[in-house]
Structures are given as C-alpha cells and as structure tokens.
C-alpha cells in the first residue's frame, strides 16, 4: 500500500514537474492544509498563514522542473515552509529594528545548539531593555545583572525601595509584552528542528 501511494505520488510529482496544472491543484489540495497548520503554529496569525500557503505554492510552481527528483516531498513541503516562515520572522524583526542585533543565520535554525537560541534570545532581550525609560533601564540592569537587592538599588540611585519595586514591576511588564511574539518563535524552533 505504502509503495503504491509513492508511486503515486512520484507520478504526481512527475507531472507537475511537466507542467501540469491539474498535478499542481491536487498537490496544493494535498497538502495546503499541513502548510497552514505549519504556519499558525508559528505566526499565530490566520492572514500570515494564508499568505505563507500563497507564498509556498507559488515557490513550489516557481519550481516545479526540479520536484519530480524529489523522494518524500511531506518532507521537502516541511522544510520550504519552515524556511519561508523564518525568513518571514527574520523580515518582520527587521521591520521591528531587531535584525541589526539579532543576526539569525539559516543555519541557526537547523544547528539543534542551545547556545544560539540563548544567545538570539538574550540579543532580542537586550534591545528590549534598551527600549526601556532610563530610571527603568538603571533598576532592571541593576536587579537582574549586577544582582542587587532592591534596598541596595534604592540607596545608590537615591530612590525609595517602593520607588524601586515600581519601576521593576513596569520594566517586566512592558518587557514581558515586547518579548511575548518571539517566545513563539523560540517555543517552535524545537519542533522545527526535528523535520
């Protein structure tokens, strides 16, 4: 049965590489659903995902001469959409002024390396806080990198403590919102990295 489908589907494959319209609606029938469901996951946007479903079939007849070649094209559909989405991601941090620092190379979606998501993830935080008031900015890199008590911040900014927690408070809410979109992209990467 397996092999019947495959023979099937290399058959298929065979005549959209031809040109063939009606190989290419059933491939996009076949398989527009799994793109979509790819792209929500990641973009949590149901516009994004119909785009990315346009975007992808259109790369796929852009380059359909080369999809007869192709052995397990579930896979291949996988990869062209999970590289079109971080592509997308990349452009949309670009958009957000992140890309300068963020610096997301290709092959660090496919490196498993925990270090370079910490270390995407910590640039994106950077920025953020960068972003933040100057009081806030001081409070927050004075709690969570030098690692000073709220007391301690008080005394050397010349601040009450409950000046102090205030601040904290907003700096991580308005961090915790700026953030929120990549955590997506960091909570999907793992999965993407399997195909």
Known sequence: MAQNSNMDEKKLLFEL???SELAFTTVYNQYKNIVYSTALR??????????????????????????AEIDHFENYIYI?????LFNSIKKIARETNFASEINL???????????IKDEQYNTILNQIV???????????????????SHQKIG???GI?????????AQALKFIRLKISPYMNMFMTLLLFLKF
């Open 155 to 157: 005394e050397s900014l």
């Open 17 to 19: 590489s031809q040109g």
């Open 130 to 148: 960068e972003q933040l008031p100057p009081q806030q900015q001081k409070v927050y890199k004075m709690a969570k990198l030098d690692g000073l």
């Open 80 to 84: 062209i959409s999970r590289n079109h």
């Open 160 to 168: 009450s403590t409950d000046t102090v927690k205030k601040h904290m």
């Open 42 to 67: 990641i973009t949590k946007s149901k516009i994004l995902s119909e785009e990315a479903v346009q975007d992808i079939f259109l790369k796929i007849w852009q380059n359909r001469e080369s999809v």
């Open 105 to 115: 190379k290709d092959a660090g979606f496919i490196d498993t390396d925990t270090s």
